[in-house]
Structure formats: C-alpha cells, structure tokens
C-alpha cells in the first residue's frame, strides 16, 4: 500500500512538473506539430537585469497575416509565460517585465526568421520607466 | 535540565556570533591592534567631485553575499539588515572587513551621497532585489587600497540607463592625505586591489496577496 502511494504520488508530480513545463512556452501556431527549424524562439534573458520578461501579448504584424488582432498570452491570475516559439514574420510583443511587485508591460516590434533564438531582456530606463529589447542569439 | 540549560547557553551564543558585525569602520587606534583573523582592511577613496559626482561624502553598505560559478553574486548569506554602514571622511573610509571565501564574499551592495546641510541621502546605486554590487575581493590578511572610485550613470543608444565605476588605483598622494588622521597605518604594506563592478543576480519574490472572502 506505502509502495503504491509512493508511486502514484510520484507519478502526478511528474505529471504536475510536464504540465508546467508546457505551459511556460506560448506557441503561436495552433494545432500545428513544427520542428524547431521551422520556428522562431523567444527566450528570457536577466542577463544584468533586475527584471524577468514575461509575455503578456502578441500582434502578427506581417503584411501576409490572416489574424492582425493582439492575442493575449497568460494573465494576472495565470501567469505569464517567458517562453514562446513564433512562425517568421513581424511582430509587436508586449512583456511582462516584473521583480518583486513592480512590474511594467513595455513593447518591442520584431521581426523573427526561421531557426532562429532570441532573447528577451527587459531593463531600466531614465525617469523610471522600463524598456525591453530582443536580440538575436550568438 | 542540564542539557537545556547548555542548548540555551548555545543557542545565545551562536546568536551573538550570527550578530557580529562583519564590517567596522575604523579609527587611528585600532590600527595599533593586531587584525583579526580572518578580516583585512580596507580603504576606498571617492572622486571629490566631477560633472557625475557630486561634492558629497558618501555612505557605503556592506553586506555579504554568495558568490555564483558564473562570477555572478546572489542570496545574502545573513539577513539584509545585518549589513554594515561605512561612511567616508574627506571622501576617503577606512574599514574592517571579512575576508572573501571562495563562495562568500563582501560587497557594497549600495552607496549613497551624504546631504550634510539637507540632512538626507541621495541613492547612487542600491542592490535590494540584484543590480550591481562592489565585491571587495582579499583572501589574505593586509591593507587593501580598492582606489579611488568614480560612479557613472549613462543612457545607453538603445535607452538603457546604465551604472559604472571607473577607478584610479594610483596611491600617489593616499599617504598625505591620511597621515594626519591614521599615522598608525603602515603605507609600505598597503596592496592595491582596483575594484571592479560586479552583479547581484538574486531577484525578489512577489509577496503574497491575501483575498478575504
């Protein structure tokens, strides 16, 4: 009976720890299966910075989107992804650049190719703003 | 009874040794005192003044901090208000400081412009929740002279505010300016250790926010 528990609790931790992993990347493709080739990432980066950047939204901007409209990726209550994986194109990115309780939603336009990894950074500007830049990995 | 009475005795005296202070600012007569193990000396001299820096003393806190594989320092190793204010004099502070290990180090970990005539302070650079830091880096026992700091804050082209130091590690002239306020202090022996900026990578938690229904 203890071995049995033992197992199951395990298992839904397991369980618990993948589903988490899941979400933590927002991917802006729906019901598609893509190789890593073929997609764009956003990563965090708090490289020098107070700030983690999570993502509060998105806009294709492409001159060939179907769907222009700002799609909103997790929440107060959810949460905020730091992760997402984007097809090519242009787009607006909104961040969610938070440490401790201060936070700022401050956004970037991009435009992101194929196979390719950036990192997302957010960080201080004058007057107490906060500013967030995306830069291609090396 | 006896074994409480003893786990009491040292439970006081493991606070009382969490409770020491690990930085003391220094006067001419504790220079006449051997140092203590595992502490060193320190001297930080501030540029009097310049178009970034203000004419101001400054005031230094000092705390200590874990130092992270990839050169990075994060966690006070004790709780933050247990770090040490030093304050400059004549732009210059002598204090005593714990030795580097090779995980724990000390660190200013903010500074601050000293208004005399308006009473107050003015921030320079703080680390609460990361940012930059100062690690004074000294493994062995001696006088350490980390130079003379000038502090910058720039806008960067993409709008990033940054913060910097530069240092000029030259001692001409460290001697005549002290003698007169720490003659005991032996200048010959004095070793030059040109601080460097370092980043604090720790970032606070959100508290928590209770809804009563």
Redesign the interface.
């Known amino acids: 009976m203890k071995l049995l528990v033992k197992v199951l609790t395990t298992a839904l931790m397991a369980l618990a720890v993948t589903s988490c992993a899941n979400l933590s990347t927002y991917k802006n493709y729906k019901n598609k299966k893509l190789s890593d080739d073929l997609v764009a990432k956003i990563r965090p980066s708090?490289k020098?910075?107070?700030?983690?950047p999570g993502i509060a939204s998105v806009r294709n901007t492409s001159r060939d989107a179907s769907d222009k409209k700002t799609k909103s990726v997790g929440g107060a209550m959810a949460g905020y992804p730091v992760k997402m994986n984007l097809l090519p194109g242009r787009y607006v990115i909104t961040f969610y650049c938070?440490?401790?309780?201060t936070y700022a939603f401050p956004s970037a336009e991009v435009v992101v190719e194929e196979g390719s990894t950036y990192y997302s950074r957010c960080?201080?500007?004058?007057e107490g703003k906060v500013?967030v830049?995306v830069y291609e990995a090396e | 009874m006896k074994i409480l009475l003893n786990s009491v005795l040292l439970l006081i005296l493991l606070l009382l040794a969490g409770c020491k202070t690990t930085v003391s600012q220094l006067q001419d007569s504790d220079l006449n005192k051997p140092i203590e193990k595992g502490y060193a000396i320190g001297i930080i001299k501030v540029r009097e003044s310049d178009a970034d820096s203000s004419n101001t003393e400054k005031s230094f806190y000092i705390h200590e901090r874990h130092k992270r594989r990839d050169g990075t320092y994060t966690d006070p190793v004790v709780p933050l208000s247990s770090g040490s204010t030093i304050m400059t004099k004549d732009h210059i502070a002598i204090f005593k400081f714990k030795l580097a290990t090779r995980s724990i180090v000390s660190v200013i970990a903010s500074a601050s412009h000293v208004h005399d005539s308006q009473g107050g302070e003015s921030n320079i650079f703080a680390s609460a929740c990361g940012g930059p830091v100062i690690p004074l880096q000294a493994s062995s026992q001696g006088v350490y002279y980390f130079g003379e700091i000038t502090f910058k804050e720039w806008v960067s082209e993409i709008g990033e505010l940054k913060f910097d130091i530069s240092v000029n590690d030259s001692t001409q002239g460290l001697e005549a300016s002290l003698s007169d306020a720490y003659p005991s202090l032996s200048y010959s022996s004095i070793k030059v250790a040109p601080a460097e900026l370092g980043w604090d990578s720790s970032q606070c938690q959100p508290s928590t926010t209770i809804i009563y229904i």
Not at chain 1, 98 to 101: C, L
């Open positions: 708090t020098n910075s107070v700030f983690t938070f440490t401790g309780n960080f201080n500007a004058p500013g830049e």
